[in-house]
């Protein structure tokens, strides 16, 4: 039976030392954020972040736009944003209603702001391997990996995804610990063969249960991304929990996995950057 790798345990931990931290500051880490239109599942989220702040005593400004809400208006926004001395990140919740660029808007954040780590300045110097935020979710993950000692140095990966805000990252975090990285998506052929080979197999789809235990190397370190609900309304991953946890040597839960973690990430990128505007 696998470890359970007990990512709400390492997030509480992690907001704890982010709290210590902030308080050695001369000014509160401020974080903004946007949410636009009625969105349930964002509402969630955002509320998630604020109670985050709470716990960290992080300064959290909340700006609940309407779904009419113009590009301009929301660009405008940001800008007065980015120049607040009092703000050290800015986050706009994800997906935005139809009619706003999404990419114009992750744009306009200045990358020096962007916690979320989603800008092309801060995407970039992940792929170069210089210093910038990391995505959320990814970060969270290593830092996982990190808390139960599993190096990825010289271990197949195979990641199963390939957006910008999870799988890419992720791939490149793991190829920079010196992993040897496969990256899977829905063009991929021989998925489940792919799979088998994975020391460290990551798997960032959402679609339940599609990650089953003949998919599984006996032994494999497997992490579970995705935020799904079961035909009975229950939150689950991609992979097929209660059998692949028989044979993986390690595996996050969900819930209570990368969840927590990349909330407890967006607190650690938001001192980070207090910490380097405040010199
Ligand atoms: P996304 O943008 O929809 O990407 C999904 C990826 O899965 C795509 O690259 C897609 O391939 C691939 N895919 C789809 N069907 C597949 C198949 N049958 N076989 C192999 N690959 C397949 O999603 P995302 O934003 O990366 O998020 C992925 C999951 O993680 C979602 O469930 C999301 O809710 C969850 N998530 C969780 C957290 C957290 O904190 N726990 C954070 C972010 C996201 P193509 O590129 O070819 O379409």
Redesign the pocket.
Known sequence: MAIILDGKALAAKCKQEVKKEAESLARTPGLAVIIVGNNPASRVYVNSKRKDCEECGFLSEEYALPEETTQGELISLIQQLNVREDIDGILCQLPLPDGIDEEAVLMAISPEKDVDGFHPMNMGALLVGKEGFLP??PY?IMEILKEYDIDPKGKRCVV????????KPMALLLLQKHGTVTI?????QN?AEICRTADILV?????VN?VTADMVKPGAVVI?????RNEAGKLC??VDYPAVKELAWAITP?PG???????AMLMKNTLLSAQKRQG
């Not at 899977?184 to 991929?188: G, L, Q, V």
């Not at 579970?224 to 799904?228: G, K, L």
């Not at 996995?257 to 990349?262: E, K, Y």
Request: aromatic share 0%; charged share 15%; glycine share 18%.
């Open positions: 959320c979710t969270g199963i995804g390939r957006s910008n805000i999870v799988g899977c998506h829905s063009r991929t998925l798997a960032a789809v959402g679609k599609m579970d991304v995705a935020m799904n991953g991609d969900v996995g990368v969840g927590p973690m990349t909330r």
